[in-house]
């Protein structure tokens, strides 16, 4: 008998169990009762609702097996008690979801003895004995994890609510929930009442518990926050997220909506936070869409659930992993449980576009109920598109104004895909790094050059109990982390917070209409004082390469001498220079003293006076090279983390540094390419040399920048940009060599020489 064969018996049994008692129960978070009666009798028609229920049912009949655990509260993240109780919450849910199935009461008693364990607990538990979060928490370090587990306990509640008889949902409510949304609001006033993911977190904690409860004040609270929080804004200056609006504060969850997302669904705190905090937004409006339908809560501020998930999904790589931008653990993808709610959530909602189902494949389970039933039923019938990642530009800030991400693609379905992701964006509050006007590169298999992400190893106990690292706050963060221009050696807005918030650069064009020639530019005027900076950067695409160039022109305008340093985090083995350099083989030194400097052996330094410097490595099967150009005084600079880092808590990874020194107006122009593979099997490489022959900068006003890129069989790309007026209309005339120059619109890419 074939797995599928068992899989369909089994399901029509358990629906012809399910029939006998759907019919008395209240769903009051997920669905209601025709939805259950849907599901009941639908799924044996979905194949991937099939296999994700027969694997829930095998995970959570195995946690009834060990019976209930419950802990008294003691360990960080990664420690057992705290992993104990996380695996609790979502057993619980699942165990839920198992019982509006299959009507098999062991799924509500299982439920219903956890809850009892911890009602019995939870009325004299202390605060967590680490005190390691500015919010601790009772069950959990910080009251985040604590909201976690009440988003999803709810679920688990309201599975069972009418199960339960009255003594005992007054026991789990007087004793356990209401007790613990208190906590998590009015005792906890600087954890509710900000705009930040936490308090997303919280606010759809309070809401669900109370929408369950039918405990209209916790509802209110949830929606709206608390009135009077008393907080004194200067304690929350450094986590950022407190927002002060006509002098009144703004909180609760429609005030999450309102200031956490761009117009077209940005989150400010970058993809990795929003795939996160997109299980709060989203759990708790399907169950605002089903108990307070006047709320419209799906089509709040035109619809920006619906945008933030389509942002979500299009701030990934080829392969669907999430650009680690700001703080971010990277490898965080599409199949992450939190996004296939997202997908199922959005699909049955939103629209049912196909392109989703495509992402709901790649994930292989599905929500167990009629959002996923939907989504695997609609798979079965051969629905399914491919999701086409695009070149797009979101804006940042609630009004969004405050910069943004420009992402540029080459390549389509069948081609090998290059990645640009530039940021100009807000600084992301708490979570912010200072790398304005920075970039990563991507190709279809990995990381070309790359942003670090955070120092962190996420529940890993043995790392600092999970938590961020104390060298996330010296060097992850810091400017030098990043490939964008370092002022004397200082982070953008010295490293502060609270400056970093106030100002953002201003996207000042961005272009992909034409597949071979797109392109993004931004202005930051804030990052150093009588600094400004302008970085234009261009993904050219022609048959002569075989792969798209970046072409990177960052320009400083300032009247005062300084020393500029310009990190490229290149992710491979260096091969080849053509330049002398020579290397430090016996000791290091530390490339500096602070602003994430102090974590940088210098194992490297060189110059050239051929004005080029160009780099190759290579990497994940590829050849690639850096060419720029320099100065016969500026300094190159081979580096990696490690120093004063006694723990071994960052990544080794190599940096190549471009120094110019005492310099006031500069332009620092490179191109990279990727030019060729190699297979350690065949051991033959193809084309592992650079097809760029030079990059010059050879005019360059206030007004202007020219520049080009010299291949070695004598092509000659000419790059002329406007620096003052991005006009697409704006016409633009200038003489070069004796030759006239025109063209339209803010930036001019044309092949001027081929023999």
Request: proline share 4%; charged share 20%.
């Amino acid at each position: 008998m074939s797995k599928n064969y068992i899989n369909i018996y089994t399901l029509l049994l358990c629906s012809l169990m399910a029939l006998s008692c759907q019919a008395q129960k209240n769903i009051p978070l997920d669905k209601t009762k025709s939805e259950v009666k849907q599901v009941v009798f639908d799924y044996t028609n979905a194949s991937l609702f099939a296999q994700t229920l027969d694997d829930i049912r095998t995970e959570v009949d195995s946690e009834i097996k060990l019976g209930v655990q419950v802990p008294v509260p003691k360990d960080m993240a990664g420690g057992y008690s705290h992993e104990r109780h996380k695996r609790n919450f979502f057993i619980l849910q699942k165990a839920g979801s198992l019982f509006q199935i299959t009507c098999d009461e062991k799924y509500a008693r299982y439920i219903r003895n956890n809850f009892a364990a911890y009602a019995k607990m939870y009325p004299s538990l202390p605060l967590h004995p680490t005190d390691r979060s500015y919010a601790t928490g009772k069950i959990f370090w910080q009251c985040l994890n604590d909201a976690n587990w009440l988003v999803y306990c709810s679920q688990a509640y309201s599975s069972i609510y009418e199960w339960l008889s009255e003594r005992e949902r007054e026991l789990f409510e007087s004793q356990l929930f209401r007790p613990m949304a208190d906590f998590l609001s009015v005792e906890n006033p600087r954890f509710f009442n900000r705009i930040h993911n936490h308090s997303t977190w919280a606010n759809a904690a309070v809401g669900m518990i109370g929408l369950v409860m039918q405990d209209e004040e916790l509802i209110q609270r949830a929606l709206y926050g608390l009135e009077n929080d008393g907080i004194d804004p200067s304690i929350v200056d450094n986590d950022g997220g407190y927002i002060k609006i006509e002098g009144q504060r703004r909180a609760g969850f429609l005030a999450q909506l309102d200031l956490s997302f761009s117009p077209d669904g940005h989150f400010t705190e970058g993809p990795y936070y929003l795939r996160y905090a997109m299980t709060p937004f989203l759990l708790f409006s399907k169950s605002l869409s089903i108990n307070m339908p006047d709320l419209d809560i799906y089509n709040y501020r035109d619809n920006i659930l619906k945008k933030a998930v389509y942002a979500l999904l299009y701030e990934t790589d080829a392969k669907g992993q999430f650009f680690p931008i700001n703080d971010a653990q990277k490898g965080m993808s599409w199949s992450s449980r939190e996004v296939v709610s997202a997908v199922d959530i959005a699909y049955s909602d939103f629209g049912q576009d196909p392109m989703l189902l495509s992402i709901a494949k790649i994930q292989g389970r599905v929500l167990l109920d009629e959002a996923g039933l939907k989504v695997a039923q609609d798979i079965d019938k051969g629905l399914v598109k491919p999701f086409v990642h695009k070149s797009i530009a979101f804006v940042d800030g609630a009004d969004g104004k405050k910069g943004g991400l420009g992402i540029l693609r080459t390549g389509g379905e069948d081609s090998k895909e290059i990645c640009l992701v530039m940021k100009y964006a807000a600084h992301g509050m708490g979570h912010g790094h200072f790398d304005k006007l920075s970039y990563s590169l991507y190709d279809q298999d990995s990381e070309v050059i790359q942003d670090y992400g955070a120092a962190r190893w996420v529940n890993i106990d043995q790392k600092g109990g999970g938590r961020y690292l104390p060298e996330n706050q010296t060097f992850a963060k810091q400017s030098v982390a990043h490939n964008t221009v370092v002022v004397n050696q200082r982070s953008h807005y010295d490293g502060k917070v609270k400056s970093a918030d106030e100002h953002s650069p201003e996207m000042y064009f961005f272009s992909a209409d034409n597949q071979k020639i797109q392109s993004v530019s931004a202005i930051e005027y804030h990052a150093y004082p009588n600094h400004d900076m302008h970085r234009t950067m261009i993904l050219l695409k022609d048959d002569k390469y075989p792969n798209p160039l970046l072409i990177d022109i960052f320009k400083v305008v300032t009247s005062e001498p300084s020393t500029y340093d310009l990190p490229l985090w290149f992710m491979g083995h260096l091969l080849s220079t053509n330049f002398n350099y020579s290397s430090e083989t016996t000791s290091l030194s530390v490339l500096g003293v602070d602003h994430g400097y102090q974590h940088l052996w210098k194992e490297a330094s060189g110059s050239s006076d051929s004005g080029q410097a160009q780099i190759t490595w290579f990497g994940n099967g590829k050849f690639y090279s850096a060419t720029s150009s320099v100065q016969p005084t500026d300094e190159l600079i081979f580096a990696r983390p490690g120093a004063n880092d006694p723990n071994f808590n960052l990544r080794h990874d190599p940096v190549f540094m471009l120094r110019r020194k005492q310099a006031t107006n500069t332009v620092f122009a490179s191109v990279i390419e990727s030019h060729g593979t190699y297979s350690p099997v065949a051991e033959i490489p193809i084309n592992p040399f650079s097809d760029v022959k030079r990059i010059e900068v050879i005019y360059d006003s206030d007004a202007y920048t020219v520049v080009e890129v010299s291949d070695r069989s004598e092509g000659v790309w000419q790059i002329a940009i406007s620096n003052l007026d991005a006009g697409k209309d704006k016409k633009h005339q200038m003489n070069i060599d004796h030759k006239v120059l025109q063209w339209t619109g803010p930036i001019s890419v044309n092949l001027t020489t081929e023999q």
